[in-house]
């Protein structure tokens, strides 16, 4: 039997990345570990793909309600898909397609453990299947079944062994069960197979950051950032931020701020600058924050924070302004503290 065609949306979601646990917690702004809190709130994590979907089909569909089946997928009618694939399950219990991608409609309507069922019955007839594999183990992930997930990981390794989902699922399997050592060893396979990757990538420099070896992280977030993408530059600059790596921090924010001008990442490039002890191009990009929005509170307050010991009284004008625009979130109640610490003379 030939294998199912490929779901057009790998199975699993680099968003799982961001809710690892080497990437919780705040990404503070300030790189050398102060106080301060972030220009803004943290990026939020990349969104999840739509449920898998069929693509282009690089087999032949096994029958016609599987075929049809499949078209319903694609145009997100999973009730549909359900239906049919649900028949075909029946016209051909031996059929691993039916079941794969019965298992893709469930999935789709948010039936975990029906679709779980569905990939292991998929698995059971064809143990080759290796879309089967990766949707199973990212599927039994979201469920908190890292045992689970690492099982099937490795059963499709065994037939890919090279396959870049399954490696990072397997990845991610150690992870989740705090296997330490062996998930950065995955983490690193997973980004030797998908080199591109650039998500993958900053996670792994993630965890080897965590696990003190920051030359291999720097080495992995250098490779990425020849990368246009104004968010992925922003993001990487907060990654050689914390490595103290100011003058690629300020590289990519220029790439970015050159693709899309923001006075978040005149901010960004502002704290990075200061940390490299540029402190008249970390001046002017606070004012030039400030000429694109004037009611961005974050640049108000890391101004004051850059002017205060030498100008107390700007500085608290800066504080109260960013105060009354943040109001009670973490960065209004510092700028409120750090106000009324100004007035009196002081700037910490």
Partial sequence: MNPAPRPASPRFRLSRLASSSALLGALALAACGGSAPPPEAPPPSLEDPAPPA?????????????EQGIDAIKAQDFAKAKTLLSEARTESPKD???????????????DGTGASAAYKDALALDPKLTEASVNLSALLLDQKDS???????ELGLKTAPKQPDLLLNRALALEASGKKEE??????????????????????????????????ALEQLRAVSTTDDPKLLEKLSQKFGRLHAFADCIAVLDKAIKASD???LHV??????????????????????????????????YLAKHVCPTDKKQAATHFKRAAELAGNDDIGKRAADMATKAKAGKCD
């Fill in 262 to 264: 923001s006075a978040n």
């Fill in 54 to 66: 069929a693509s282009q089909q690089s087999a032949k569909p096994s029958s016609k309600k599987v």
């Fill in 268 to 301: 960004r490039r502002a704290v990075c600058r200061h940390d490299q002890k540029d402190d008249a191009g970390a001046l002017s990009d606070y004012q030039a924050a400030l000429k694109l929005d004037e009611k961005f509170a974050p640049a108000h307050y």
């Fill in 147 to 153: 045992a689970g997930a690492l099982s099937a990981a």
């Fill in 96 to 110: 691993p397609q039916a079941a794969f991608y019965l298992g893709v409609a469930l999935e789709g309507l948010s």
């Fill in 183 to 216: 998930s950065l060893k995955a983490y690193g396979a997973a980004v030797a197979a998908a080199p591109d990757n650039i998500d993958l990538r900053i996670a792994y420099a993630e965890l080897l950051t965590a696990a003190k070896d920051e030359k291999n």
